[in-house]
């Protein structure tokens, strides 16, 4: 993932040789800045908006409560509904007064949680769960903010769990777990092509929450044994690792076609063993494929916080898994031992396949 | 039209941008992307990979060395424990001798061994029962590695000695003039831990405004700030929530706020004008954002209609900060002679 040093201008010129587009993608990029709103600011700026928005929020919620402003669920479905109404008036009215972008930030949050209480006041908990989801994915549409895009993703796959669990869907969290997986892969791979659709500035957000909700979800299957039965969460995850990690190998397949490394056949194999290999010894363990899939697409996208989130949720699963083998300290020590002395065997085998992958490509 | 645009640096974003302006087709951007280095190559992926297998299999045959000698840990002689760290430390001495301290691997290795020689100390303090409290352990810790330190001209072991200070700071407070783990009877400790990561931080500033290469990021010096401004806080809240915060040493709770306040506003001044930092001034204000709602709250006992007038205050307090960072990071945009350090998206 090197970082570039090749000016817009050098770009487009190896891009479209010949075509006169200096003007119009001057205007554009110009164009972009004065409409970007928050996108320009710092993450740090960013966070300090969401981390006020969500205590503000919290401020108001300890008002409507304690000061009885409602005192039926009626009443927070119908102060909840109205809230969400008038913050999504407010972010769309006014795109890039930060002030007011706060404030309705803080507003549609007090109001989502009102509305939810007061919806599972009213009904049962599923219902509460499907109406989460459902106003989430409506927010998503509506609400034009990146930080908001995101929390409505994260509020809907947790609304999504509860439902699995109120439901007691078997193998709901795994599916879930899938499914987010499916999905970000498929975003994440076609961004190029998707950037270009009117639902551009609502993926990248979501894509963000569908990854950082599958980490998420995966969370407790990296817990010791004996507390997940005491959580009553499923003990056998290998569904989901075998899932995953079909969805790994088809990730590697188009990205080696991407490359024309396909017919390099060592490199093929090493790739689709090694995924293989690694299925088969954490089949326990989700997390660890997991975390490689988003490794592979941050990577591939040249995304350095998707990678950064990859990595660190590949150190988390991995001590996860060591933890919890079912074996005496000695055999864990030999276990790591020998899988650290294999990928160091790996790299100069990985480093030929590649370098013959390149003679061929050269070659053609 | 702002001239000059296109010839700023090919980001993923300002590509993405081209696409939604229709000048790029999702193909086209496809291949700029490729092309300016942000979607890898064959050669990446194979560097990529091999630093992977690199990092993930030296971290698992050390993992796997620590358990082994873990599980066998109580039936060792005490001797051959000790021989075993010493040699360990002896080896990433050589290894940061053979390497060299102007190649990473050997600065590496000399941040390994200046963590050996703590755990060297703390095994000598088990295997003999020295009776040391542990600020001691930490005191000569530090010491022991000033030397190595100071030839290192590595950010990370200057930052590992300024926490083992702090930490036997912190601990010699705990330990031998209040004996409890949690200091809340002096805000003094908090005070000298603060001042130890300013002291760090206008080191910093002050060499690596010298061209001083590895002095050039940006990191270790936000590192100092948060973790001193974090220190800090825990007794200004004190002295917010706690009805008689300090009793026995008022003029250290003035010092704290004036501590506090200064500096507060000369990094203000600082990383606007001297050095651009917009982290340092978001963090600054995101404190004040806190103490201020937390005094409030303080105040509001069970009166719930004044958690509406503090909703809307860290609405407006953080909203105008948010403002005002945003203005100063657009005039600083148009301002190219400074040190910037701004964290676009």
Known sequence: ?364 | MEPGVLDKEATPESLRGLVRAGIFSPDELERSLSIAGIIPDGKSWSRFLNTLFLLLGSVLIVAGVIFFFAYNWASMHHLLKLGIVQAALLIAVVLSFYNGLDKLTGKAALLASSILVGALLALFGQIYQTGADAYELFLGWSILIVGWVVISDFASLWLLLLLLLETTVYLYWGQVVASAWFVYDSPLPYEIIFGLNVLGLALWEAFSSRGISWLSGRWIPRLCASLGLFVLMIPLTLSIVVHHPFESHPNLVVLLWLLYLSAGTFAGWFYRVRVFDLYMIAIALLSLIVLVAIFFANRMGSNYGGFLFLSLLVVGMSGGAAMWLRSIAKTQHRRPYERQHNDDS
Not at chain 1, 118 to 145: F, N, Q, R, W
Not at chain 1, 175 to 198: D, K, P, Q, T
Not at chain 1, 305 to 329: E, R
């Open chain 1, 1 to 364: 993932m090197s970082a570039s040093t090749m000016t817009i201008r050098e770009v487009i010129e190896k891009v479209t040789p010949g075509k006169a587009l200096a003007d119009a993608a001057t205007q554009a990029l110009a164009q972009e800045r004065l409409e970007a709103g928050d996108h320009t600011s710092p993450w740090f700026v960013r966070a300090l908006v969401a981390v006020s928005a969500w205590i503000a929020s919290i401020m108001f919620l300890v008002f409507v409560y304690g000061a009885r402003v409602i005192s039926s669920s009626m009443g927070s479905i119908v102060l909840g509904a109205m809230l969400i109404a008038f913050a999504v008036f407010l972010r769309r009215a006014q795109k890039n007064n930060l002030f007011l972008a706060q404030l309705a930030l803080a507003l549609s949050l007090a109001g989502q949680a009102l509305l939810i209480v007061g919806i599972g006041e009213k009904m049962h908990t599923a219902g509460a769960a499907l109406a989460a989801i459902g106003m989430s994915m409506a927010l998503i549409v509506l609400y034009p903010d990146k930080t908001h895009r995101f929390l409505s993703t994260l509020i809907a796959i947790n609304a999504a769990v509860i439902f699995v669990y109120d439901q007691h869907i078997p193998y709901g969290l795994q599916v879930l777990v899938v499914g987010l997986a499916g999905a970000a892969g498929h975003v994440w791979h076609y961004e190029s092509s998707l950037a270009a659709g009117r639902m551009a500035p609502v993926l990248r957000p979501v894509a963000y929450g569908l990854i950082a909700g599958m980490f998420l979800l995966l969370i407790p299957s990296g817990l010791p044994p004996d507390l997940r039965m005491h959580i009553r969460i499923s003990q056998t995850w290998f569904p989901a690792t075998i899932a995953l990690a079909i969805l790994l190998l088809l990730l590697e397949y188009r990205l080696l076609s991407f490359h024309k490394a396909l017919r390099e056949m060592r490199l093929s194999l090493v790739v689709f063993g090694g995924t293989l290999v690694l299925a088969m010894a954490s089949l326990k363990a989700p997390g660890i494929i997991a975390a490689l899939f988003v490794l592979v697409i941050g990577f591939h996208r040249g995304n350095r916080i998707i990678t950064g989130i990859a990595f660190a949720f590949l150190a988390i699963f991995l001590s996860a898994y060591y933890y919890n083998l079912d074996i005496t300290l000695l055999n864990k020590s030999y276990t790591l031992l020998a899988v650290g002395t294999t990928l160091l065997a790996i790299r100069p085998l990985l480093f030929s396949a590649f370098q013959n992958s390149d003679k061929e490509a050269a070659h053609e």
